[in-house]
């Protein structure tokens, strides 16, 4: 019994080591190597046309900000150029109203109002907009983000190359000193965008679509079906989907865009299992055409299935763990007793959500915030959490790929009463275990502090102004 | 003894975790670097070129030395049109060769090299893995993504841009951005022209080196393509 206990932390052991070897791989490429720039050099030369989808749900205190960066951004706002298509999707606050604002003011401004059908998710949302775009190239931003002027015509250089199909930019939470989870997502987002990402388009690996600040185009987004609704992290498996076809997605680290990201543990951890619920989910269904896939790379394989399995890494460790002392109570050889101690070394190198913790150093490095590499002790908390989320995240995944042929809506956390709809939002629901907390409006109650967090700190701004891009 | 080694050991160890923490806690209790990363919201490209555009003017004007980074502003190159809607786009393993004056109507993926001969129109975008020799008076509707050598014969047009990893050789008369959409050229390395262009921009890693005869800088293995190839 000890030895097969022994056996099963070899195998984990070297699943973690190859995650490991491949972010240790991330660091090395991003601090060292020369970096690409993703066609930047033809930013501002090059403009399709574009068709700017936001996907709403009782945003009121947020959306004035999106629609205004907008309207200010640097595109010709010729209208056979560059649309923006607001989708209220069943929204019972001002949100309405507010839309319809500044689409009578503005002509390149369109507003779609959910109503009957509405609140039932972003993919939903996302599938009217897309029947509604016209342009070529279809770019997503969340409502409470806020693009700088340049923002979109960095997105569309990448689609000079027909090769590829999307393009994501780099996302820096606004509110990072909002509280402790604000913070902690500050400097793993940090690491996840300025690192891996940057490092996955370096090295011709998958870079990944993250649902914003980002785009496809309008083409191949129908030639794959669009936004899958039953899936929770559409984004996810629409990078997947793409790749699979052959097209590539870029990942543009200078187009930044400021998010309001989650501040207490409660919003935090609905979103966690989303993310964690969903990337299982296309674990499941992709796992086994990635490695069979006549038109990815060997790498590019590997990188896949890594990238599919990083949610999965958290039950990893706390089965190794648990393994770890029951070795150790039942008397295996001794060389047994160096696992759990082990175990800890490498969960405390490798995983931070996504992005190791020396991936968040480099970055924060990279981005002239070195103070900040002193919280990284502090981020140990964060993974114990993770862990804990992402392992009962694990079981609701396979409950929902057993059922999987029914298709699933998922109901948002706060916003529209389930009688307001002329269709029952629960009709098709697996159960209540498995989607509760699961809903891909989870970032609906906000505080609406963007801007103000981001006027404040203009004025001390520049300690770290020409970080590196 | 032995006993009060453990409890040192152990305490030595507690205290290096304390430490580690501490300064994590301090510098949350008390940020100095409490972020956000600053974004400035206002910022633009287009400023960028003009201020790197007044450089530029204050530059040497010596058409035969390499200017690194040079970039000028986006000008009227020819009148605008929409490029055509093209759909399907194709992937091709190895080696391509297109005979004069044929129309492609697809975007083209090519992983090896990429030849055609006169009067070729490519109604979509191109990225080709190997080298790419465009015959003369060659019509491209999109933009061509090269990760190798780049030549253009002479009077090609291109709509859209030029974006490529290798040098870029250009024979006179080339037309470029010519769609709505706008163009540039791009370019990790040197960029040759037998006839200076513009007012366009140009941005080559390397520079962009304006040459009278544009043989006596193309590459040997690259000109018996070129001559074989009869483009």
């Not at chain 1, 399709?48 to 706002?77: C, F, Q, W």
């Not at chain 1, 906000?446 to 004025?459: A, E, I, Q």
Request: glycine fraction near 8%; hydrophobic fraction near 40%.
């Amino acid at each position: 019994m000890g030895l097969l206990a022994n056996m099963v932390l070899i195998v984990l052991i070297a699943i973690i080591s190859l995650y490991i070897a491949r972010h240790l791989r991330f660091f090395g490429n991003r601090m060292f190597k020369e970096q690409r720039s993703c066609q930047q050099d033809l930013a501002g030369a090059f403009r399709p046309s574009v068709s700017v989808l936001i996907p709403m749900h009782n945003e009121e205190k947020v959306a004035t900000g999106l629609l205004e960066r907008l309207v200010e951004m640097d595109y010709p706002k010729d209208d056979s150029l560059y649309e923006v298509i607001a989708i209220d999707d069943g929204s019972t606050d001002e949100t309405k109203s507010m839309v319809d604002e500044y689409a009578s003011k503005f002509s390149f401004i369109k507003a779609i109002h959910r109503v009957g059908n509405g609140g039932n998710g972003k993919p939903e949302a996302l599938n009217v907009g897309l029947k509604m775009a016209s342009n070529d190239i279809i770019l997503i931003f969340d409502a409470d983000y806020l693009p700088p002027r340049d923002c979109l015509e960095r997105l569309v250089a990448p689609f000079v190359d027909v090769e590829v199909g999307g393009v994501m930019g780099r996302v820096v939470p606004v509110n990072s000193g909002e509280s402790f989870v604000s913070r902690m997502m500050d400097i793993e987002r940090a690491g996840g965008y300025q690192i891996s990402q940057q490092a996955r388009y370096n090295l011709n690996l998958i870079p990944q679509f993250g649902g914003t600040v980002g785009g496809f185009r309008r083409s191949v987004l129908k030639a794959v079906g669009g936004f899958d609704a039953s899936m929770l992290t559409e984004d996810t498996d629409l990078t997947y989907k793409l790749y699979l076809n052959g097209w590539k997605i870029a990942y543009v680290n200078a187009a930044e865009c400021y998010e309001e990201a989650v501040w207490s543990w409660e919003t935090r951890e609905k979103q966690l299992t989303r993310w964690a619920v969903g990337h299982d989910q296309c674990l499941f269904k992709y796992f086994f055409s990635t490695l069979r896939s006549p038109v990815l790379s060997f790498w590019q394989k590997i990188d896949g299935v890594l990238l599919l399995g990083i949610y999965v890494t958290p039950i990893l460790m706390l089965l190794g763990w648990l393994m770890g002392i029951f070795t150790y109570l039942t008397g295996a050889p001794w060389w047994s007793y160096l696992f759990p101690a082990m175990f800890f070394i490498f969960a405390y190198n490798t995983i931070g959500n996504f992005a190791v913790f020396g991936e968040v150093g480099g970055s924060l490095f990279l981005d002239r915030r070195r103070r900040s590499i002193l919280l990284l002790p502090l981020m140990f908390l964060d993974l114990l959490g993770n862990v804990w989320v992402c392992s009962k995240a694990f079981f609701k995944a396979i409950l929902l790929s057993k059922r999987r042929s029914k298709p699933v809506m998922a109901p948002f956390s706060k916003g529209v009463e389930k009688g307001e709809s002329e269709e029952p939002l629960y009709e098709n629901m697996l159960s209540g275990f498995v989607m509760n907390n699961c809903s891909q409006w989870d970032k609906t109650e906000r505080s609406g502090n963007g801007l103000h967090y981001y006027n404040h700190k203009k004025t001390q701004t520049t300690n770290n102004e020409g970080r590196t891009e | 003894m032995a006993i009060s080694g453990y409890l040192i050991v152990i305490a030595l160890f507690l205290g290096m975790v304390i430490f580690c923490f501490l300064w994590g806690l301090l510098e949350y209790k008390k940020p100095k670097d409490a972020g956000p990363l600053f974004i400035d919201l206002d910022r633009s490209i287009r400023k960028r070129l003009i201020r790197k555009k007044r450089n530029t003017a204050k530059a040497p004007n010596n058409e035969h030395v390499a200017h690194s980074k040079l970039e000028l502003t986006m000008g009227e190159s020819g009148e605008e049109s929409h490029s055509s809607d093209v759909k399907e786009t194709i992937r091709v393993r190895g080696d391509l060769r297109i005979s004069k004056g044929e129309i492609i109507p697809y975007n083209m993926i090519v992983d090896g090299n990429l030849t055609s001969q006169e009067d070729v129109i490519f109604q979509g975008g191109l990225h080709v893995k190997g080298r790419v020799v465009i015959g003369a008076r060659n019509r491209l509707e999109k933009s061509i993504v090269c990760q190798k050598e780049l030549f253009l014969s002479k009077d090609v047009t291109v709509n859209n841009c030029i974006d490529c990893e290798g040098r870029v050789l250009i024979k006179k008369g080339l037309r470029l951005g010519a769609s709505l959409e706008g163009g540039a050229i791009a370019s990790r390395s040197t960029i040759y022209l037998e006839k200076p262009i513009g007012p366009l921009r140009i941005k080559s890693k390397k520079g962009v080196r304006v040459v009278g005869v544009l043989n006596d800088v193309i590459p040997q293995d690259l000109k018996t393509i070129i001559e074989v190839t009869g483009a």
